[in-house]
């Protein structure tokens, strides 16, 4: 009975429903492939199965949004709850970096969380990186949780880039080679130059 629960789950996941988007969008976003063959059926199923840690009677409250992020960002999806969050990720995601820029043309990262705090947080943030973690409280890398920003030192000496924290090791930032993207602060440049992170004050 559990195993086909999880397969729906894992069904459910990436098939559109009214508030979800389509399959191809779905595959292109969370960057997954169409499943090849049983093996990899399978061994997503047993992926699948890490990040569902509800009970089953609790289940039913997500969503397969809930699901589509838990999955792309790897979290338990109890762990998916600030949807507002993640559906203002899905709609700048993929937009082009753009030294400066404040809108969906192109935008900058400290540009970025500023907007991504006040849309999604309702609170002021200064438009600079050094600043922003002016407006922070410090907490150490342990520590950290979602909505905490990440600071790193880049193409300059001091505070020069900045993203926000989702968990499990994953931040949204935008970057000057992607754009608009999630990526792991385990990744050998970010681990490098990565100096501090913030809680910003209420």
Not at 16 to 33: D, K, N, Q
Not at 132 to 137: L, P, V
Request: charged share 20%.
């Amino acid at each position: 009975m559990k195993q086909f629960v999880y397969i729906i789950l894992l069904v459910i996941s990436f098939i559109s429903a009214s508030t979800v988007i389509s399959f191809s969008e779905t595959r292109a976003f969370a960057g997954l492939r169409p499943i090849a063959d049983s093996n990899e059926l399978l061994k997503n199923m047993n992926a699948a199965k890490k990040l569902i840690t509800l009970p089953l009677n609790h289940i039913e409250t997500k969503t397969s949004e809930h699901f589509k992020y838990a999955i792309m960002l790897n979290l338990p999806v109890e762990l998916i709850e600030n949807l507002d969050l993640f559906r203002f990720i899905g709609e700048w995601h993929g937009t082009r970096y753009l030294f400066g820029g404040t809108t969906k043309k192109g935008i900058d990262c400290s540009a970025f969380t500023q907007r991504l705090i006040s849309d999604v947080y309702c609170k002021k943030m200064h438009r600079v990186v050094a600043p922003q973690y002016s407006q922070c409280k410090p907490v150490s890398k342990d520590e950290m949780k979602q909505g905490d920003l990440v600071f790193f030192e880049t193409f300059m000496p001091g505070l020069s880039h900045v993203g926000l924290y989702l968990g499990n090791n994953k931040f949204v930032h935008a970057a000057s080679s992607k754009g608009v993207c999630i990526d792991d602060l385990n990744n050998t440049y970010y681990k490098k130059a990565y100096r501090k992170s913030g809680r910003f004050l209420e």
